[in-house]
């Protein structure tokens, strides 16, 4: 989990501001943190949190992650508030601007924003409270160790007098900063495990709430950006004057990708980009599609592979066993599709920039902004505004640059806006993959030996071609099937990069979705040619794996596997670790004869360790399932002519209230520090509810997305 | 361009605008009313509804002109202090994720309890199935809404 590397001399400086009150920041040592924290090599993912605590006792905890539904500007303040000892009503949130270097890494992604963070998060709630202490004691004269905190105040036990901690702030700042201040245990934790109302829950009930597209400045100008469909394509001509003919439109020009519209507003710049009759020069890729992409695919996996994990000698193993299992698994590209298209509002202006932008890398944003108008990070002002969906997408900063561009060209603050079309045409798409599976048993059903190869586009390949430009691994593609948790004997679990035009990205979960789906659906096939119950197969390669027995077990009892069901009904089983969780999902899914189906439940254990906020948990939880359905069931990205064929939400469809299914989250018990929430609950759905179909229909699904011409006898 | 005349949340504005351009950017780009969203521009997503004399209403797909002296209800006018039963359930069941669909979803929510007052889980189906959420609140919308209907 990567804590340890922080010293505690670089954990905590306080920042005494006159007047100010009490100021506590947490401070990382950026550079070297990034490549521990994690999942994508280039995605700095670090804690930060500020508190402060003015005159009139109002605490601001400031926080430094996006806000993208994960409730993070809660259960943040949360940690901070509990050992703090402060009032949950006195608590206010602040959000970051980005620093390159105040508050470390500001990236969110990786489920990482608590289980990265949370020691740091008590030790600065902590610090300021043995602060509030000493200046109480100080106060009345007497001993540190007879007074303590409660509810935003400090109280001198044996005499009942007390003081809030507003009125012992400034004293409070001029002491010395406790170096390891004590943390609570965990007993006493009065916020900490309890699911507090969202801070933002009001304002996304009242219109209020600010994201991206909210944000207008005077003198404002409108923008939306078309860039050729075709991936490398380029504008060859439009037609300007027409444009600039709709009433509002003020400008088009080319930018560094693609064509701008300017105007007074929204719908002035997309009648003006309609207008336009933009020319593309589509460029070599539109010889693709996606049968070629599938058949690239096919024929690079065939050869040579680069190895991810071997142990015991597969080859040898196979050749032994009497017969050798084979299928191949197989995934689409998808797509973000936050409900709020990319946007971005900036303005460039005496060589400084300011931008507000639903993010989640403001410090990318800022380099990103700094680089393309060759000016000092210093001069690039970010505020991150609430996010209208995130889920990776917004772990690019291409639109940013839309944004800065057309600001920097007009001179005006600029809110660019991308349509639906746009946003769906110009993602970064959840890479497709195929996956090559063999395994061995014995003649008594005890397993021989595993094989997967993962051929799939790399996203680091992507990133820095260069350095994978002879196929090198990218571990994170093969996050999910490397670290397979079943004792085979022997081993192999190796990747071949399949890079094309097409931009692939961090969906959520990651690699885990789609080496989830392979695991857990060969290892199911496993199970029934066993002739065994598919959670007792497992468990009997899970012998040293507690938390994944636990997970299968809470799933087991609470989902009732053994009750029976009826016709046409199946019941299916899958699970999955991943970013510091583990999670056992069962799905039941009802069939009928022309092979359309429901999935009419879903019951899912999650061990994340300690619950922080149980109920925000449970809305992660619900989310990935409802995300993983829709991937399962319907959004499929193609390719036609090198361009992306779905335009809108009727081409790719989201799930509906119609069809989701119930859902029941259940939390096992843990002292275990927190692991993530946002993510884990992804990858198990897809299998689950292709081994529940299995079940119900004795067809194996190894194709996704799912549908019912597959299931028809 | 023309004059348009329409009352939003019950005031009375006056706004020069082309004919064909959707209620959505009036609401948002000239009036500055944000809390209704773009979401597709198509009328796939819901995003946009709003009570247009009454009945919920895609924005999006409502050209200004077609609107003209019409009773416009956005969900900045739904209350002015939260107290709608469906804000309330909204509250106490947690349904926003991120937020971002979740107007179109209240909005649509209440004229469906205007319509039906006590919902079945099918009634619910029915009227707020196309409204999208990325999110997946879903589960939590049925829940609201039934409490909501409780207090109605």
Known sequence: MGQSAVSRRDFLKVSSTAGAGLMIGVFLPAKERLVAAGLAPAQPFEPNAFLAISPDNAVTITVAKSEMGQHVRTSIPMIVADELGADWSQIQVAQADAHPDKYGSQGTGGSGSIRRSFEMLRKAGAAAREMLLEAGAREWGVSKSECAVSKGTVVHRSSGRELTFGALASKAAALPVPDDPPLKDPKDFNLIGKSMPGKDTPSRVNGSAQFGIDIRLPDMLHATVVRCPTFGGKAKSFNSKAAKGVSGVTDIFEIEEGVAVVGKNTWAVIQGHRAANIQWDHGDFAKWDSDRIKSMMEKKGGGTAVVAREEGNVAEAHKKAGSVFEAQYEVPFTHHATMEPMNCVAHVRNGECEIWVPTQVPQRVQTTAAEHLGIPVEKVRVHVTLLGGGFGRRLWADFVTDAVEISQKTGKPVKMLWTREEDMAHDFYRPTSIHKLSAAMTKKNRPRSWSHRVVAPSISGQLRPERFSGGQLDRSAVNGASNIPYEFPSILVDYVMTNTKVPVGW??????????????????????????????????????????????????????????????????????????????????????????????????????????????????????????????????????????????????????????????????????????????????????????????????????????????? | MARYSLTINGKKQSVNVPDDIPLLWVLRDELGLTGTKFGCGRGLCGSCTIHLDGESTRACMTPVEYADGSEITTIEGLSPDLSHPLQKAWLAEEVPQCGYCQSGQIMTAASLLEQNSNPSDEDIDVAMKMNLCRCGTYQRIRKAIHRAAKEV
């Open chain 1, 507 to 713: 969906w959520r979960s990651v690699y885990n979705s789609q080496n989830a789906f392979a695991n857990e659906g060969f290892i199911d096939e496993l199970a029934h040619m066993a002739g065994m119950n598919p959670l007792r197969f497992r468990m009997t390669l899970l012998r040293n794996s507690p938390r994944h027995l636990g997970v299968l077990q809470l799933a087991f009892e609470k989902s009732g596997w053994n009750t029976k069901l009826g016709e046409g009904r199946g019941r299916g089983f899958a699970m999955h670790e991943s970013f510091g969780s583990w999670v056992a999902n069962v799905a039941e899914v009802t069939v009928k004869s022309d092979g359309t189906f429901t999935v009419d439940r879903i019951v899912s254990a999650i061990d994340c360790g300690l619950a922080v906020h149980p109920d925000g948990i449970r809305m992660q939880m619900e989310s990935s399932i409802i995300y993983g359905l829709t991937s399962t069931l319907k959004g499929e990205i193609t390719i036609k002519r090198g361009a992306v064929e779905q335009s809108n939400f009727h081409e790719f469809e989201l799930l509906r209230i119609d069809e989701t299914p119930e859902m029941e989250i259940h939390i096992v018990e843990s002292d275990e520090p927190p692991g993530g929430a946002g993510e884990p609950g992804l990858p198990p759905v897809a299998p689950a509810v292709a081994n529940a179909i299995f079940d119900a229909t004795g067809k194996r699904i190894r194709k996704l997305p799912i549908r019912p011409e597959d299931l028809r006898a």
